[in-house]
């Protein structure tokens, strides 16, 4: 079974910044889409950033601030997040894709989703 546990959430001012980690275990997801959404109360998931092979995909919401990279060799998935502002401020979560289950939960660009990890809570103020 894919297990994700992200960490490094917390709270910072605006204009900070934050390095989400999402440490990852599983059969056959090292090469699959991985991918961060996030969720503010009172509204819905939103698809923040993807990564696949070689290629990497952002919300409007995150170019020019946020980075998105993975490190197979520690099996960690990272979101780099730079220049925060106070509507960044929402639960974050890491995702993948699992080929033992075709059902979609969520979807950034070309890359489907269907495994999550806990969350991480990010706290902007302004």
């Known amino acids: 079974q894919v297990h994700l546990v992200e960490s490094g959430g917390g709270s910072v001012q605006t204009g900070g910044s934050l390095r989400l980690s999402c440490t990852y275990s599983g059969p056959f997801i090292s090469n699959v889409c991985k991918g961060w959404f996030r969720q503010a109360p009172g509204k819905e998931r939103e698809g923040v950033a993807s990564?696949?092979?070689?290629?990497?995909y952002y919300a409007d919401s995150a170019k020019g601030r946020f980075t998105i990279s993975q490190d197979n060799s520690r099996n960690t998935l990272y979101l780099q997040m730079n220049s925060l502002k106070p509507e960044d401020t929402a639960m974050y979560y890491c995702?993948?894709?699992?080929?033992?289950?075709?059902?979609?939960?969520?979807?950034?660009?070309?890359?489907?989703?269907?495994?999550w990890g806990q969350g991480t809570q990010v706290t902007v103020s302004s």
């Open positions: 990564l696949s092979g070689g290629t990497t």
């Open positions: 995702a993948t894709w699992w080929s033992g289950d075709s059902r979609i939960d969520g979807q950034i660009g070309d890359c489907n989703f269907n495994r």
